[in-house]
């Protein structure tokens, strides 16, 4: 896991040997469990440390994240970027939400084994929990990464996130595309696209975006749509 660090520190991100011995068992777990559930189809360790925790941190780049603030990541799937933005960065409180269960099995293993604090898992749809009053406005930072396109994804994060917080989407060289009809939800949910940072993921020449959705008005009430209904985008 070395060459982890050797990488973040090319975006000014260095890890002590506690993250690093943390990485390396989240390593070895995922690929443990991949082997009886469908966690990721990308498993080589080289490919795992770039496309999964270099690209999670990235975002280190352009948001300063030694902070206690309370986050939450979307879909999170096998834990990107929740997990690796914890063991990097501590001090925030992370709600990892997903929609399938059993992947957050494998996630609370995760926080057992790596004795993770504040952080934890929840079983929800996005479009539900961003109607619950336990999530809705309630995290400074929203993240979510390869979910939904725009649109939908700020239908669902932006409910999350507190005025005055922000909405980060991780996106990919889609995104022109994408941004014609996320532009139109980000202003009726109450948001504004405040910057849009393009760079590659290290060590690739795959582009990765982060569109930066600031929160400047509560989100209507109408907003998320009951699942189903939010497959289209707001029209
Ligand atoms: C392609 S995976 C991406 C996982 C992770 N964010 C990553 O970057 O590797 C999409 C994840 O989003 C979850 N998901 C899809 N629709 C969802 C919804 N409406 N609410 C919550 N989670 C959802 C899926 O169960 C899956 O784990």
Known sequence: ????????????????????????????????WNKVMNLTAITEKEDVIIKHFADSLLLSKYKDLHENIDVIDVGTGAG???IPLKIAF???????????????????????????????????????????????????????????????LSEWCIPFVKPGGYFV?????????EMRDGKKAIRILGGQVENIFNTNIPE??????????????NTD???????????????
């Open 1 to 32: 896991m070395d060459r982890l660090n050797s990488i973040t520190k090319q975006f000014g991100l260095e890890l002590s040997d506690k993250q690093i011995e943390q990485f390396s068992k989240y390593y070895d777990i995922l690929v443990e």
């Open 90 to 152: 501590p001090e925030l409180n992370i709600t990892l939400m997903d929609s399938l269960n059993k992947r957050l099995k494998f996630l609370d293993e995760v926080i057992d084994e790596l004795g993770l604090q504040d952080i934890h898992t929840v079983h929800s749809r996005a479009e539900d929990g961003g109607r619950d009053e336990m999530h809705r406005e309630k995290y400074d930072l929203a993240v979510s990464r390869a979910v939904a396109n725009l649109a939908t």
């Open 221 to 235: 009430n109408k907003y998320p749509r009951k699942a189903g209904a939010a497959k289209k985008p707001i029209a």
């Open 169 to 177: 989407s991780y996106k990919s060289n889609a995104l022109p595309e």
């Open 204 to 217: 690739t020449n795959n582009q990765r975006s982060f569109v930066f959705v600031k929160k400047i008005a």
């Open 80 to 82: 990107f970027p929740g």
